[in-house]
């Protein structure tokens, strides 16, 4: 699930099926008249899709698309938010990763740098996804392997990896290795593998 609050509109995946409702909505079936015995209402959503499962379902920070991947071979579906608004249920383009799930996906937190997507594979591979120019940045190239995760700056300037032996490593967009956060002294071992 993700929602856009400047569109107030909630992205949904079940396993077949990708609802799009208004934030209003929602809030409007939450809520209780006091009269009835069951509390329960019916949510009609604006729009659904129907789809295969999907793991992950992020709207960029500037709301302009929302992003899912397939749970099965991996790959990016990008639509545009104001054409999903007006009933399109298409993507506007697809990027492949080469079969490869996702295991996580996190949008650039900064409105100027909204088009640009962390991703982890479930290899452990680092890769950034640049969504205005339709492709991986880096000429495709891999930033880091052996992550387990991804976490971006407040202003979205760098990112820090956490890799699975349990050391951080803190880089810019450009792979450019920052500084090294060394793991636990009392850790021993991988923590987590790709």
Not at 61 to 67: G, N
Not at 72 to 97: C, H, R, S, W
Not at 101 to 128: F, Q, S, T
């Amino acid at each position: 699930m993700s929602i856009a609050i400047q569109n107030e509109l909630v992205a949904a995946a079940g396993p077949e099926v990708l609802v799009l409702s208004s934030t209003s909505a929602i809030r409007e079936a939450f809520s209780r008249d006091g009269s009835a015995e069951n509390h329960v209402k019916t949510l009609t959503p604006q729009l659904k899709l129907q789809i295969p499962r999907v793991s992950h379902v992020v709207f960029a920070s500037d709301e302009s698309t929302l992003t899912l991947c397939a749970d099965e071979g991996g790959g990016l579906a990008v639509y545009d938010v104001q054409a999903l608004k007006q009933g399109n249920t298409q993507p506007t383009f697809q990027i492949g990763t080469n079969g490869i799930k996702v295991r996580a996906l996190l949008p650039n937190p900064a409105a100027e740098n909204a088009h640009i997507h962390a991703l982890v594979l479930n290899d452990g591979k680092l890769m950034l996804a640049n969504l205005k120019e339709r492709n991986f940045t880096n000429n495709g190239n891999v930033l880091r392997d052996g992550v387990s995760c991804v976490s971006w700056s407040a202003k979205g300037k760098q990112l820090v990896a956490g890799l699975g032996n349990g050391t951080a490593l803190q880089m810019t967009p450009d792979g450019s290795v920052q500084a090294e956060i060394p793991r636990p002294p009392q850790l021993e071992g991988d923590q987590h593998g790709p």
